[in-house]
């Protein structure tokens, strides 16, 4: 288990027994406990969007990224579904800031992410069902735009919009590399228990 597995000490409070707003408030003023609560609801998520992007440097990327957050805590302004979405937007900049890095370095190629589907969707759901490692695994082999709409929509729970803004495309771009994400994967899953065709178009 890395250190970024190891939830701090201490009883917080979990995100769904306590209000998101003062969570943020007591976060801003240092209150470990509160910022514990924020990072055990979303660090699993992040960890599983960040190896499947860049396995060998997740754990360093999604500290940097947690230390960004609390570094610009007082600079947040929206509820819980906003917040996920800076989260990740940060953490996608960590990422490529670190490729950039590894590319100067002249170090081995790493894959890239995609983006998410739709509730009722055959593909999600065995997705979801499936252990986090498998789960990276199958999405890593996707071409990297689809892998990454697929990450950000199903592993990370951002909606269409959100997954938009941080990769820095239109809504329905994010949609079509969803889809095709979830195409490929319902090929590789069970092709006998789901029927490509039935992949919820967006």
């Not at 209150?31 to 440097?57: H, I, K, V």
């Not at 370095?105 to 739709?118: Q, S, Y």
Request: charged share 30%.
């Amino acid at each position: 288990m890395s250190n970024s597995d190891i939830v701090p000490p201490g009883d917080p409070c979990p995100l769904t027994a306590c209000d998101f707003a003062d969570a943020i408030d007591a976060a801003r003023q240092g209150d470990e406990r509160a910022l514990t609560a924020l990072w055990r609801e979303l660090q699993p998520a992040l960890l599983r969007y960040l190896r499947a992007a860049e396995p060998g440097a997740a754990e360093d990327i999604a500290s940097d990224t947690w230390l960004e957050v609390t570094g610009r805590l007082d600079r947040f302004q929206g509820d819980e579904r906003a917040f996920r979405g800076w989260l990740f937007t940060i953490a996608r900049h960590r990422l490529i800031d670190a490729r950039r890095r590894a590319a100067r370095h002249r170090t081995a190629p790493v894959a890239w992410i995609p983006e998410r589907p739709g509730l009722d969707d055959p593909a999600a759901d065995v997705l979801a069902d499936l252990s986090t490692e498998e789960s990276v695994r199958l999405v890593s082999q996707l071409p990297r735009e689809q892998a990454e709409a697929v990450l950000l929509r199903v592993l990370a729970g951002l909606g269409t919009e959100q997954v938009a803004r941080i990769m820095n495309k239109q809504p329905g771009n994010v949609r079509v590399l969803s889809h095709r994400g979830l195409r490929n994967l319902a090929r590789r899953l069970a092709p006998a228990d789901i029927d490509v065709s039935e992949v919820a178009a967006f």
